[in-house]
């Protein structure tokens, strides 16, 4: 009996990335260019990417550091987003179109890192969500309600029922991606949601949210490194993921939500929030995959319905994945600080060998 030692499939796109800027933007980029084809770049630098010009810039930053990259990594596609905030303009969106620019993104005020110049009232953004519907871009969305009084883990579900469902009512066209989702009831309402009537919706869903449960913050201690927004979620949640991403179900795909930020700003009295998954991001899915005997399904998760919904091909390079064990690195420079990955210093049953 031989059990599956390599597995290769087509090469994967990373549906939700934080790249950052500057002096750390090449040190992050080199670990996605070396597994994935393409991936959507968030938008949540300081200032925010609110406009096309802005995008450009950034894309323009992010071409210039690829040719500093190793040969193999040099054909990475970044795709852009424009950050959506209570003065986007409608005139915005036909623009952003033309640009290539292939979604914008709905940060709630004050949901996540780098958020503050989210939006703060929703029907402020009417218009330019008929212009996006229109011009068949998609919102992207971060799914939490930000008030204070409500507990942390109940966020992503008060937020389908009181912000996600009505936004959908009100633009029955508009095509949505909810992002990263972390509850059994963010899988059963792209599930069963009413697609006959409402857009076409969809789902990304991260390695550490199919990977680990809340537990994983208090292992012994309290553990930085897995805190990231939307916080984990029970055991029961988890299972709820791993069930979807595994499944038949077109509507879920990857997008690891690898989020950098620096050792020491991670190991603070006031950690930031992110979990840097992406230099063994193929890998940790991987492990997902497996932990359930659903290998045979990684590649439609990870290379097909990203680029089916966003109507753009599929890749047609190859990558290959063995089943030997790696120990994680304990950090990685971070331009002139350093990084410390999820779960560093421990094993990875998987390997990417390219
Ligand atoms: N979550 N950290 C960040 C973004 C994400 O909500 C997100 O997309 C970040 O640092 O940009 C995080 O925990
Ligand atoms: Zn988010
Ligand atoms: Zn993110």
Redesign the pocket.
Known sequence: MTSTTKLTITQPDDW?L?LRDGVVLKDVLGHTSRQFGRAIV?P?LRPPITTVELALQYQARILQAIKELPENSQSFVPLMTLYLTDNTKASEIAKAKEAGIVALKLYPAG????SDAGVTNLAKCDEVLDAMAQHNLPLLV?GEVTSAEIDLFDREAIFIEEVLHPLRMRHPQLRVVF??ITTSQAVDYVNTTDTANLGEIAATITAHHLLYNRNAIFLGGIRPHFY???VLKREQHRLALLNAATSDSKRFFLGT?S?P?SKHLKENECG????FTAPQAVEFYAQAFDSVGKLQQLEAFASFRGPDFYGLPRNTKQITLEKTSQTIPSTYQFGEEEIVPLNAGKSLDWTFLG
């Open positions: 939700h934080h968030m949540n949901a996540t890192t780098n971060h992002e990263h990231c927004l939307p939500d989020a930020h930031c929030a992110g979990c």
